[in-house]
């Protein structure tokens, strides 16, 4: 049933939370999987049905939203506005997971993918060395730039998502107003009679 005495603002950003969870937990296994067995097969195969899979969650839980918290109505807008939200809360719950990484875990995991990086810039023929020296310039990235990166990848790339699903979710309601005190023109049940002599 729609909470329809709700205030609008609320309603988005308590069930956009709540939905984040389960995206956000979704995110968080497959990336789990590869912090445990890094370079493995099996796991980046399961990475790859995850990334693939991702879509069809967010279009599940745009439905319910819509379902459950508008009465089975929304618009382009609304849908846009809980994909966006939804990816915000799910990048939050991944921020706290890269910084645990790259932080405490792995910290040494920036320093050997920047070098690495470098040097595949550098086997690259014709590549232009003034952009390997801002590379080199710019330096190893932080944790925390590393998270401020990755939560603004996951709100663009909800956003672009959305723009496809959120015409596939939208419903319009094409039932008018109900009007208790309208009634339609009823015929005088006399007018059909022929008219009495007098």
Known sequence: MAEENQDPFKRLFKYAGDYALFLGGFIAFFFVLDLIFPANG???ALTMFGFLTTP??????????????????IRFGQVWSFG??????????????Y???????????????????????????NYPQKYIDAAIAFGVPTPIQVVLFNLWWHIIGGGFLFLILSPMVARKNNIPPSDQHYKPYQENKDSDQEPKAS
Request: hydrophobic content about 55%; overall charge positive.
């Open 99 to 125: 910084y645990i990484r790259y932080q405490f875990l792995q910290p040494d995991a920036l320093s050997i993918a920047f070098n690495q990086a470098i040097q595949m810039l550098q086997q690259m023929p």
């Open 56 to 73: 069809v969650l967010c279009y599940q839980l745009a439905k319910m939203y819509r379902d459950k918290a508008l009465g089975g109505y």
């Open 84 to 97: 966006v939200l939804l990816f915000f809360f799910a990048a939050l719950i991944m921020s706290v997971l």
């Open 42 to 44: 099996v796991v980046g």
